[in-house]
């Protein structure tokens, strides 16, 4: 079980690791894309913007992240609404699907609608055909501002229906549209209301209203709309002076200003975008960089718990091992005790050792029907040792024999000594000729009983092999 637990804790560790470096990996949300999208349609850089939004709506898709979703559609729409109108419009027809589909927030409902209807409105324009679609997406718009309350997306969509009447050359009702889209314009919408007048009164020829709203456009940073406002000027003055042409000539000679605004626009796109190239490089790198020391980090950490987890496995290992042999060598011990029990059992069952074992020092005599009786018990008991002995010792004596048994059976000197009616010092010294004569054993710190253990053990290893 503690083993087991090592190797879930390392799993464990490895997935947390690796769903962190997943996590970053993919920590790029639709919504941050669409943030760098706007970054770069802010700077003037429409190609990267429209690259970024493409991706964040695939991004928003996926993730199902229907909000995201509509509102990349929108800004690319708006992107691409002067170069590509008819693709705007086909974008803006997609974001209001999503919309309608996954609704949010009635106001982005009046915003999708409002710029369906002016891209419509564009596309109308362009290919000379019918305004109808456009004025249903802004008239709907405006029922449901109007129905909200919603002041400036009145206003909004009031400039945009007076832009398609405008369009439609009824300037008049272009006009009052736009008299009410002036009334009920904020701050932030005036200027564009009051472009939208202007432009009416010029087109109706009322020079004076046209150059009254004009000069009350404050452009303040935005060049083009200061562009706008002093061309429109300059064509009042002209038209007034009747100098048709030379209003022909100073048109075509904003125009060409115009161009070199835009071509600027352009330059200042390319260079924003190798810039940004060129700062995204350098993230992309410094990103690998984190990764890869976040990854070299989590493999050593998982190298160190593995390597612990290998030594605690080891250690836990050979701990229980000495445990086994510790019990294997308990239940050795145990076994070997019951063996001797059970030996000394049957021997002291025996008639002869009951003979051996009497008391007292009165001669014993044994019959050689009871030494054989007595050798028979011990080689059942001893593997065969003494049938080995004689084997190995061809040339020992019965009486040699003899005194081996005695001695196996554990019989005192003494009791030797009555059996063979002799001194205890003669008993001593046989044992002595026995295991230097027979056994060529010299050391007179080792016993005849050391020897004969000695060849019982060397006697049970070999059958055991």
Known sequence: MHTKSLYLLIISVLLVAYSCTQ???HSQTAKACMEEAEIALDNDSILLGETLLRKTIRMAEVSEDWHTYYISYQRLAEALSQSNPKEALQLMKKALTIY???????????ILLDYTGTYAAQVAFIEKGSYDEALDYICRAYDIAQKEQMTDLMCQTLTSLANIAWAKEDYRQALNYAHKAESVASDELLSGTQQVLARIYFSLNMLDSAETVYR?????DDVHLAYIVQSHLAKIALRRMKATQL???IAQAFEQVEGFYYKALDQKDDYYQQTLRQEMENQRLEYRSQMYSRTLLIVIIAAVIVLLAVVLALRYRIHMLRQEAEHQKL???????VVAFLKNFI???TEVLKKLNQSGDSLIYLTSHEWSEIERTLNAIDNNRFAVIRKQHPDMTEDD????????LGISNRTIGNIYCITVSAVQHRKLKLKKDVFGETNPDITLEQILTSQEEKITKKISL
């Open 247 to 249: 209003e022909d000539s």
């Open 401 to 408: 024999i003899r005194l081996c048994i005695l001695t196996r």
């Open 23 to 25: 996590r970053d990996s």
């Open 216 to 220: 009350q456009i404050e452009p303040g």
């Open 331 to 337: 239940l050795l011990h145990q076994a070997e005790e």
């Open 100 to 110: 309608e589909q996954h609704p949010d927030d009635e106001r982005n409902h009046v």
């Open 347 to 349: 021997l002291e069952r």
